[in-house]
Antibody
Framework: QLQLQESGPGLVKPSETLSLTCTVS??????????WGWIRQPPGKGLEWVGSLYYSGSTYYNSSLKSRVTISLDTSKNQFSLKLNSVTAADTAVYYCAILGHCSSASCYALASGAFDIWGQGTMVIVSS | EIVMTQSPATLSVSPGDRATLSCRASQSVSSNLAWYQQKPGQAPRLLMYGASTRAPGIPARFSGSGSGTEFTLTISSLQSEDFAVYYC?????????FGQGTKVEIK
């Protein structure tokens, strides 16, 4: 059974880079999903998609984050990561990593691709000096 | 960007009653819509995808309908564990976007 776990600093200073890692357990990250994503949730607010990395190597990011975000994959460590630079207080949030892990057929992916069914527990990141 | 609007913001329902949650997209997303349940301090849980397909392990009391711009999540008989916040998400276009959530509370 696939599980995800986020890790990284809980406190980041303004203008610095937020770096988080998501470790996949219970299976190989390469076969876990067709894509790996990050979603965040500011305190008391709703969900915001940060970006996704696809098996093809393509990455897609929320334009609201402009060019500050990078998502990458490290298959040797069974991890994928998020880097968000030049952070401000507005980047304070719980950050979740997530995948679509239950699909094993093209028809399932055709219907569900873009949704996330396996999530990490989330990690709170506070941007403050 | 496709804006997802959920209504109502809060729904007060008695256990055993039916709950109907709405989600509207600012433009057509076809059936590329998911519903999530989130409880305090927990990650979201996928309930539905493709607008009307239940995710694995989701009870049959949850059902989804709609296509295009209007969607509905129905919980046929609310159980105590169903009181939570529910989000819809479109994945037709990037950026992927979520609704602002509907809180289902005990009446």
């Amino acid at each position: 059974q696939l599980q995800l776990q986020e890790s990284g600093p809980g406190l980041v200073k303004p203008s610095e880079t937020l770096s988080l890692t998501c470790t996949v357990s219970g299976g190989s990250i390469s076969s876990s999903s067709n894509y790996w994503g990050w979603i965040r949730q500011p305190p008391g607010k709703g969900l915001e998609w940060v970006g996704s990395l696809y098996y093809s190597g393509s990455t897609y990011y929320n334009s609201s984050l402009k060019s500050r975000v990078t998502i990458s994959l490290d298959t040797s460590k069974n991890q994928f990561s998020l880097k968000l630079n030049s952070v401000t207080a507005a980047d304070t949030a719980v950050y979740y990593c997530a995948i679509l892990g239950h699909c094993s057929s093209a028809s399932c992916y055709a219907l569900a691709s873009g949704a996330f069914d396996i999530w990490g527990q989330g990690t709170m990141v506070i941007v403050s000096s | 960007e496709i804006v997802m609007t959920q209504s109502p913001a809060t729904l007060s329902v008695s256990p055993g009653d039916r709950a109907t949650l709405s989600c509207r997209a600012s433009q057509s997303v076809s059936s590329n819509l998911a519903w999530y349940q989130q409880k305090p301090g927990q990650a979201p849980r996928l309930l539905m995808y493709g607008a009307s397909t239940r995710a694995p392990g989701i009870p049959a009391r949850f059902s989804g309908s709609g296509s295009g711009t209007e969607f509905t999540l129905t919980i046929s008989s609310l159980q105590s564990e169903d009181f939570a916040v529910y989000y819809c998400q479109q994945y037709s276009n990037r950026p992927l976007t979520f609704g602002q959530g509907t809180k289902v509370e005990i009446k």
